[in-house]
């Protein structure tokens, strides 16, 4: 990583002009960040060290999932500047790719560690205050002030918003070369089954565990913000849920009554709009955003557009998103008729 180390000095000195020395060092690639390549280094700046993090783009961009790297320095770089955000500082990018090989923003270190190495190294007496941590984090990231926020980020009212996310499911089949039938179900699941209206506002898009890191005080903060946007803060619930689902341990899960009285306590929210049943839908009805994509990628595998072999490893995501969606609508029509599905 020699030659990395070098780009950073050069990308730091040219920012901070009025350092006299600058050296980079200590660079250690991070784990987690599939679609990202996440280093950690040491910069010392005039003889003061300071550990920062690089979130890059792969050199190939051969990621199975694409996202904007120059969109979500304009988000972070606004939440930084506002203040508020439960986020790590966003200090510089490199919006082109010119400067470091690939489009990247340079981010501030949250030294208190990863949450989810925490959740799993203690024991289930534990699991209540984590969710408690969880839920207040969510309520945090929602309470964020978008008034501020850059002018991409579309506004959209609550009804059209749900009507987009519907369409995009269906969108999403008539662009594949061969029919999938569950995406249609789904889409005429979610528009029979649409819950009460929420207030819209900052969502973090990819709220999990993994994407959360123990900060001063012991207070998390999400990290890995490149699918946020403006729209219903359930969805983050909902993610919350899906993810847990696959990849324990189970947070909200445990107990779920009590996650989203937490959550309606720190938000104002009513029963009506933040229940398990709402958050279920949502766990179902923004998850097209992601495999939408992946549907898109895993076409053009099969089409020779792409040759990443992680792609191919991704085609077992599908099946396991489809029987999940499916055991999800019966079990919350199930819940509503009390009718056992």
Known sequence: MSDLAERLRVFLARRLPDAREITVGDLTRLPGGYSRLMTRFTATIDGRPRTLVLRADAPDSAAPIETDRVQEWRLLDALTRTGGAPMPDALFADTDGSELGSRAIV??????????????????????????????????????????????LERP???????????????????????????????????RNRPPEAPMGLVHGEFQPGNMMIGEGGRLVAVDWEFAHLGDPRE??????????????????????????????????????????????????????????????????????????????????????????????????????????
Not at 136 to 144: F, I, N, R, T
Not at 165 to 181: G, K, M, N, V, Y
């Open 157 to 191: 009212d609550w009804n059209g918003y749900i009507d987009d996310l519907i369409q995009l499911w269906r969108d999403t089949e008539a662009r594949l070369s061969e029919s999938l039938p569950m995406l249609r179900y789904v889409a005429a699941w979610l528009e």
């Open 236 to 341: 983050d619930l909902g993610w919350l849920t899906y993810v847990e689902a696959i990849q324990p341990p189970a947070l909200f899960g445990a107990d779920p009554a009590a996650f989203c009285t937490r959550y309606r306590e720190r938000t104002g929210l009513g029963e009506d709009v933040v229940n398990p049943l709402t958050v279920a839908y949502f766990s179902i009805l923004p998850a097209i955003r992601v495999f939408g994509q992946l549907l898109r990628t895993q076409q053009d595998y099969v089409d020779g557009r792409n040759t990443d072999l992680r792609t191919a490893f991704l085609f077992n995501a599908d099946i396991t998103a489809f029987e999940g969606w499916f055991a999800a609508t019966r079990a919350l029509d199930a819940a509503r008729t009390g009718v056992p599905a």
């Open 107 to 152: 981010l501030d270190f949250v030294p208190g560690g990863p949450f989810l190495s925490s959740v799993r190294a203690s024991g289930p007496g534990r699991v209540p205050a984590h969710a408690r941590a969880v839920a207040d984090l969510a309520a945090d990231v929602h309470a964020v002030d978008t008034t501020g926020l850059p002018g991409h």
